[in-house]
T-cell receptor, first 115, second 115 residues
Framework: GENVEQHPSTLSVQEGDSAVIKCTYS??????FPWYKQELGKGPQLIID?????GEKKDQRIAVTLNKTAKHFSLHITETQPEDSAVYFC??????????????FGTGTRLTIIP | GAGVSQSPRYKVAKRGQDVALRCDPI?????LFWYQQALGQGPEFLTY????????KSGLPSDRFFAERPEGSVSTLKIQRTQQEDSAVYLC?????????????FGQGTRLTVV
């Protein structure tokens, strides 16, 4: 089955600096790659996603890049703010016409923004 | 409400007790997923429903775990004869599914503690 690895496990950056989190996946059939933000006591919240037919996607301060050949994808957060502090998870799935887009998650990155 | 709702938020069970966890997905969402999240880990897939049909239960850890979605809306995850290793947060997610939308929306989860 699919295996997703995520690095680093913890990351501290100064407010205003950029943060980068990297993930690799094993199954070349995976074609959907979402990123989730999870705050303490809450469920994961989707912040951005990318499909395998696209190399990069941006949404304000957040961007995701995908390298299908190398089977890795990254999350970039620019101009970090204290409210960006949370645990971030990458995930991968094999989308299908039958709708079973079950997600395989990475182990998470605890991001701390230092004011 | 507009989001995925789970109840109870917290459940303490004595070892050997049966528990039932409820999930109310977003109205109109065809796909429903259950995930298990151990402390400090990413969510792990348990089972998937498309409407009332349970199409994938490959992630259920043992035959003590049972899930149903009899009318294609509300779902219940039941754990029989709970054991300490069942302690985790159980997350429910829903999506439009079946080729209409992959984005999965998560509930806040039920934290199960087996003592």
């Amino acid at each position: 089955g699919e295996n997703v690895e995520q690095h680093p496990s913890t990351l501290s950056v100064q407010e205003g600096d950029s943060a980068v989190i990297k993930c690799t996946y094993s199954d070349s059939a995976s074609n959907y790659f979402p990123w989730y933000k999870q705050e303490l006591g809450k469920g994961p919240q989707l912040i951005i996603d990318i499909r395998s037919n696209v190399g990069e996607k941006k949404d304000q301060r957040i961007a995701v890049t995908l390298n299908k050949t190398a089977k890795h994808f990254s999350l970039h957060i620019t101009e970090t703010q204290p409210e960006d502090s949370a645990v971030y998870f990458c995930a991968a799935s094999i989308g299908s016409n039958f709708g079973n887009e079950k997600l395989t998650f990475g182990t998470g990155t605890r991001l701390t923004i230092i004011p | 409400g507009a989001g995925v709702s789970q109840s109870p938020r917290y459940k303490v069970a004595k070892r050997g007790q049966d528990v039932a966890l409820r999930c109310d997905p977003i109205s109109g969402h065809v796909s429903l997923f259950w995930y298990q999240q151990a402390l400090g880990q990413g969510p792990e897939f348990l089972t998937y429903f498309q409407n009332e049909a349970q199409l994938d239960k490959s992630g259920l850890p043992s035959d003590r775990f049972f899930a149903e979605r009899p009318e294609g809306s509300v779902s219940t995850l039941k754990i029989q004869r709970t054991q300490q290793e069942d302690s985790a947060v159980y997350l429910c997610a829903s999506s439009l599914g079946a080729g209409r939308g992959t984005e999965a929306f998560f509930g806040q989860g039920t934290r199960l503690t087996v003592v």
